[in-house]
């Protein structure tokens, strides 16, 4: 009911920068709002864990590993999170998946929609 389109995944050196986008979007209507959207991340082999996440009041949550390095914004009026990477490392390849909760559409609640995943390689 609820897509989210995400762009920005491929290939980047170590110490470079990338910017990914997520655009929400409901199938079968518009959507209101969305309490909360983040991007995710999952190594090989390893879980899902948060990266970033911002709140309906801008409130925002970064893991350890990525603070100082990552920024995550919003555009409400889009309906889109970006999470801007800098000072990338080996360690930060993954596959970036975004993610939002709480959406009010006009079809109705979704509690949480997930993007397809961008792949994310930091070479050294």
């Known amino acids: 009911q609820v897509q989210l389109v995400e762009s920005g995944g491929g290939l980047v050196q170590a110490g470079g920068s990338r910017r990914l986008s997520c655009a929400a979007s409901?199938?079968?209507?518009?959507?209101?709002?969305?309490?909360?959207m983040g991007w995710y991340r999952q190594a090989s082999g390893e879980q899902r864990d948060l990266v970033a996440r911002v709140t309906g009041v801008d409130t925002t949550d970064l893991a350890d590993s990525v603070k100082g390095r990552f920024t995550i914004s919003r555009d409400k009026a889009k309906n889109t999170v970006y999470l801007q990477m800098n000072s990338l490392k080996p360690e930060d390849t993954a596959v970036y998946y975004c993610n939002a909760e709480g959406i009010y559409t006009t079809a109705g609640f979704v509690s949480r929609a997930w993007g397809q995943g961008s792949q994310i390689i930091v070479s050294s």
């Open positions: 409901s199938v079968y209507g518009s959507i209101f709002s969305i309490n909360v």
